[in-house]
């Protein structure tokens, strides 16, 4: 019989626990595909007493994750703790350092860390792979890395934040405000400890940097993405988006230009009948277009249990079957270091606003567009029973940075009643 | 420098082409992913005379598929001819049998051939990798192989034939009867030169029992696909479909019961706002189910120059890298041989057919479905000014052997003008 893959898992929390349950479950299908018995040798978490409806009587118990990660007898060391400091570093760091190859969940840790940690585990011989990091259960790394490996990519899009999409999604279906749907999603438990991680798009901009490192064979560069939250949406917003035939999504965009590399995580207007329209809740989709294959569009749970354990298990499959793909596709040294560009490629935008209630501010507000060579497509003053007037603007193709000038010189104006909100709108 | 990895490509056709385009093109990128420079290093066609829009005098030519397979400088053997006897038969076989791993987008030879193929390459050490056969551009059998590896795979469904659903789409959009578009599509290059294979299902039926046989770890079992084509789809079905909310689509399903392994491949209602029912001309979708993942869908072109050469390439890169998957994901011998089961699970169904104009005729009918049990959710007869008057009947969940025998008991009475056309209704 082969040697059994011996995994050391740090981290026992939704994840944690749904591989160590498939691991017990599929043993025998596990060791079929794979060749070899796929085995837990140790565990570790904070609280050890903690009831987790899973029987860990069988695995040595390590309180300390990096006492974890060096230990002789593991393999693999699945890394499920998050954080982009402390412990899951230092453990990453340590599992390295004594030969061990890495699977991980964690976004945050190789978004900030990735290439140097990249560089550690080539050094090594050894990889870290992290397909549970991005989208869920969605096979995405792989497809990337490894089934499209005959491409040059040339774009990359997708959303990859459930907890966003579920506001949003909530927000439409029940008529609500956002803050009340925000504190929904609280009790539910389905925000972060920090919520900025997620309405701010923080999280879904880590994966997103990922999947460029991999797509374009670039250093991962989590500050050049231009980073913009969902807190300012309002369900107005929402609203005159669906009258027009949108939704709105926290859509991330990546492509290489001449300029650099343009990175975005904001949120936008997607048509409603579109693939990215039609999302629902927790459900994320990425879109990846490149020079031969044209476009493949992957959909999946974003978060949960199994899906996210199903995407350790297939790391850790891979590694059992002696497949050790370069962390970020190709040899860390060899990844480029392209300067960031700005995301100015033109495309329509929904813009609201309100005005005060006066004569002449309509004109201010186009002349404002007009002079920044900003064009009107669509302008709808909605009505209204207070002193300002809610306006709706759909623009034309038009640069960011235009509608940047144009909506300075709408502030410079004295018509103004609130910031505006401007959402680039995609078709794709 | 690492030895380059030298392929031998036999069928210069669109796809065979394209590979070449694309490892001319690509090769810095090629070499930067798989670590070592990918190589033609002979091809095979026909016509060596054929302009062919790229230069093919950097490699030695083979008239003979076989000779090319069994050359000494070849390391992967690409295998883009087609046909599941013959040239492609016996080249495949020769390439494993002097050592060659093999890369092919032949689903007819594997869906035929594939289980004695796979021990006759494991036995030599070496692998069939096939991703160009199924879906084309679309990474699924990575994803069902590897990605999803952690998972019991529960059912996989899917639309995998361009051309189908080509001509469903234009009969839908233009208002066409079958006939006159199934001739257009011929005109256009996109039926086989057997137009039996796209039409009557069985291309799209090859495809389903390779997936099936990785999902489920069963011999690829083509003979138990139950075979339905689309060719007595009427744009009546199709406008009738639509204006209940649905499309008509050849959707293949295939799943693992206690019964046995059921496979089908046949025209399906899905509902029209559903990912499959928005599925336009030969775009491909699968869907893969697993115990951990829940529901993965994948879309992306199902055929083409560029598309299927990437598909292509995906395993090329994956042998670069040595990473060798066994052929249907797990060892050969393994393979479960189980029983073909009918597909038999409870579904609503569409029924049209056309009864003789006489009093009592649609009690009859009626009476039919009763009897075998099977219950009415709409019945609608629509206008007409023949004889025959046209009948539509939407059934609630049945199973297909009672509507089977409700239709054996409509023939037998004297009051059909037609033979009934019965589809299934899939609400995923």
Tied chains: 1, 2.
């Excluded at 999604?169 to 609500?176: K, N």
């Excluded at 940097?209 to 991962?220: D, E, M, P, Q």
């Excluded at 640069?399 to 959402?423: F, G, H, K, N």
């Amino acid at each position: 019989m082969s040697q059994p893959l011996r995994l050391g898992i740090a981290g026992l929390g939704t994840v944690g626990i749904g591989v160590v349950k498939i691991i017990r479950r599929q043993a025998a299908l596990l060791e079929a595909r794979t060749g070899r018995p796929i085995e837990i040798v140790a565990v570790s978490a904070r609280d050890a007493s903690k009831d987790r409806g899973v029987s860990l009587s069988g695995y040595a118990w390590e309180t300390d994750p990096v006492a974890l990660a060096k230990r002789d007898d593991v393999d693999v060391f699945v890394e499920l703790m998050g954080g982009h400091e402390g412990p899951a570093k230092d453990a990453t760091e340590a599992a390295l350092a004594t030969g061990k190859d890495v699977v991980t969940a964690n976004k945050a840790l190789l978004a900030h860390h990735g290439q140097a940690l990249a560089e550690t585990a080539e050094a090594a011989g050894k990889v870290i792979r992290f397909e549970a990091a991005v989208a869920g259960g969605i096979p995405v790394i792989k497809s990337l890395t490894e089934g499209l490996a005959g491409n040059e990519i040339t774009r990359v899009m997708g959303v990859m934040n459930g907890t966003c999409n579920y506001i949003l999604t909530r927000m439409q279906d029940a008529g609500l405000p956002y803050d009340e749907v925000f504190e929904e999603a609280n009790q539910l438990g389905y925000l972060e400890a920090d919520p900025n991680l997620d309405v701010g798009g923080i999280d879904a901009g880590h994966k997103l940097s990922l999947l460029s490192s991999i797509a374009f064979g670039t250093k991962v560069n989590f500050d050049g993405v231009e980073l913009e939250g969902i807190q300012r949406i309002s369900i107005e917003d929402i609203n005159q988006a669906a009258s027009m035939g949108f939704k709105i999504k926290l859509l991330g965009v990546a492509q290489l230009t001449g300029r650099g590399l343009e990175q975005r995580m904001s949120p936008c207007l997607v048509p409603a009948d579109s693939p990215l329209g039609q999302l629902k809740g927790g459900t994320n989709m990425v879109v990846i277009e490149g020079d031969a294959v044209e476009q493949v569009v992957l959909r999946g749970p974003g978060a949960g249990e199994g899906p996210t354990a199903s995407a350790v298990m297939g790391d850790v499959c891979d590694l059992a079957r002696g497949f050790r793909v370069a962390t970020f596709g190709q040899p860390a040294a060899g990844l480029k270091d392209v300067p960031t560009a700005s995301s100015n490629s033109p495309a329509p935008y929904y813009l609201r606003t309100s005005l005060l209630d006066r004569p002449g501010a309509m004109a201010k507000i186009a002349t404002a567009l007009g002079d920044a060579g900003v064009s009107i497509d669509r302008m709808r003053q909605t009505q209204h029973d207070s002193s300002e007037a809610p306006v709706i603007i759909v623009t034309h193709k038009t640069q960011r940075r235009q509608l940047e000038e144009a909506i300075a010189a709408m502030r410079a104006s004295d018509v103004m009643a609130s910031e505006p909100v401007a959402l680039r709108i995609e078709t794709v």
